[in-house]
């Protein structure tokens, strides 16, 4: 297919920045070009303002093209230092917190004190590797999981991506980025895969969702359409202990980028932790996150404590 005018381009920019507030750059207009050449092909469509006003009218088309051009590489304990993080200095943080507050619980109303509650979100989970990860390091490394409810929502704005992640299974090549104990544990080896154990399956719920709703122009949308055919409208606010979002920042320009990361404060319990890609460090942004650090990992915590707000 004959290469897209310039002027073309910008209107599909346009398009599809208004759509999601993803954002390319002269670096990246190849990788739009190859997208939509490969969307028109798909739909039969040789002009490319016709299929330009086919965006306009069909958001299945346009989600589909969303896909194409946010396909990322990822795999097991991408980044190991926030798996370590994450199972040597958070985990036990929240499990000493929340143990406190269910003794004042306790304490205060005489009533045995609800089931302690762990929650995290792999925001850009592509095919699933991260949260299955998070979900891993989250056996291993509380000291009474099955006396918890962990909830681990896994979002993407690509659906096949999603679908291949709801499967668990992978190719017995990826079992070289995973540690010994997740080896023996958290997968077994059939075939020349390797599929995730059904205890850290159940505990991850995939959905389809689009970062830019965080902040749409008709309010914040909390709409998850899960891979299990079922569409829902879950409270996001204040609802987790940890955010993974990273590698996803470098899709949206600056003005959508600090946008992002203030609702993703808005998404955390105080005293919760954001990881972000080894690129995206926040000290560009406006914003009301402490830096933390463990070993070689850095990332990010919401002043306060526990899901009431005391402060420490």
């Known amino acids: 297919m004959t ?41 039969d469509c040789r002009s490319h303002q016709g299929y330009l006003e086919m965006l306009k009218t069909d958001s299945r088309e346009i989600q589909l093209l969303l896909e194409h051009l946010t396909t990322r590489k990822t795999g097991f304990f991408r980044s190991p230092e926030h798996f370590l993080a994450l199972g040597e200095k958070v985990l036990p943080e929240i499990e000493k917190r929340l143990q406190e507050e269910l003794d004042i619980s306790l304490w205060t109303s005489g009533r045995p004190s609800p089931k302690p509650r762990l929650s995290i979100w792999s925001a850009g989970c592509a095919s699933g590797e991260e949260p299955y990860s998070a979900a891993m390091t989250v056996f291993e490394n509380l000291k009474y999981p099955r006396a918890w409810e962990i909830e681990i929502l ?3 704005v690509s659906r096949d991506a999603l679908k291949k992640a709801r499967l668990g299974r992978y190719p017995a090549s990826e079992a070289s980025d995973l540690p010994a104990w997740a080896l023996e544990k958290r997968v077994k080896e059939l075939g020349g895969e390797i599929i995730v154990s059904d205890e850290i399956a159940s505990a991850v719920r995939f959905g389809l969702f689009n970062l830019s709703r965080l902040w749409g122009d008709a ?10 055919d079922r569409v829902e409208e879950i409270s996001l606010m204040e609802r987790f202990d940890v955010i993974f979002c990273r590698n996803v920042m470098i899709y949206f320009d600056f003005a959508a980028q600090e946008r ?3 609702e993703l404060y808005k998404r955390l319990k105080p005293g919760g932790y954001l990881f972000t890609g080894d690129a995206e460090l926040l000290h560009v942004y406006k914003h009301s996150f402490e830096t933390a650090d463990y070993k070689d990992a850095y990332f990010y915590r ?7 707000g005391r402060e420490s």
């Open 260 to 262: 992002l990361v203030n």
């Open 302 to 308: 919401k002043p306060g404590s526990g899901p009431w």
């Open 219 to 228: 309010g914040p949308s909390s709409r998850v359409e899960f891979m299990d």
């Open 154 to 156: 896994a979002t993407d």
């Open 3 to 43: 290469p897209l005018p310039g002027r073309a381009l910008e209107e599909f920019k346009r398009l599809i920045y208004a759509e999601s507030s993803l954002c390319f750059s002269r670096a990246r207009l190849h990788n739009l070009e190859a997208g939509i050449c490969l969307r028109m092909e798909a739909v």
